[in-house]
């Protein structure tokens, strides 16, 4: 008898909580998704055109090749913790007070994203992309691996460690000794 796959199109989740779950080339679209938790789930390639996320929690998950500017924009809101983000695209949203908590956010592109408030606080950002992005009040405390320009996006009583925020300077042509 063959497997029956679970269907996530056109869908209303509520208060729930997915664990342990392979999403992996899934589709959530027109999906809403309203308090809910994925824990410790793949969700690798999955569609989210118009889907609504509501107060999201992704927690030990693995988010890879996501376009999260497909989703709709209305109320968006979600955090991420101790997860794997990779190549997915945040740009032109709205993500002020997200917090993405000790996590590999990596290869992600952010331009034109509203990060006020944002907490990249204990993450490694390498190759990710901040252009055109605000970024005021941001945290990056302990965050590594960022290149961000000053000139390019606003930073405003942002907070950085020492010593990645030297990485600040590298789109000018000095030298430090």
Not at 78 to 103: A, P, V
């Amino acid at each position: 008898m063959p497997i029956k796959k679970i269907q996530y199109d056109n869908k209303q989740f509520e208060s729930e909580i997915f664990k342990d779950k392979n999403f992996t080339d899934s589709s959530f679209k027109n999906s809403e998704f309203l308090d809910c938790t994925f824990e410790n789930c793949n969700l690798s390639n999955v569609n989210l055109i118009n889907v609504k996320f509501k107060n999201i929690m992704f927690k030990k998950c693995k988010i890879l090749g996501l376009n999260f500017s497909n989703c709709n924009k209305f109320l968006l809101r979600f955090n991420f913790e101790d997860s794997l983000i990779s190549i997915c695209i945040f740009s032109n949203l709205d993500l002020q007070n997200t917090h993405f908590y000790n996590c590999q956010v990596k290869s992600c592109d952010f331009a034109k994203t509203n990060l006020k408030n944002v907490n990249f606080e204990d993450s490694d950002l390498e190759d990710s992309i901040f252009e055109n992005t605000n970024l005021s009040f941001a945290s990056f405390k302990n965050a590594k691996n960022y290149r961000i320009d000053p000139n390019q996006n606003l930073l405003k009583k942002t907070k950085f460690s020492i010593p990645e925020v030297i990485s600040l300077l590298k789109v000018y042509d000095i030298e430090i000794v």
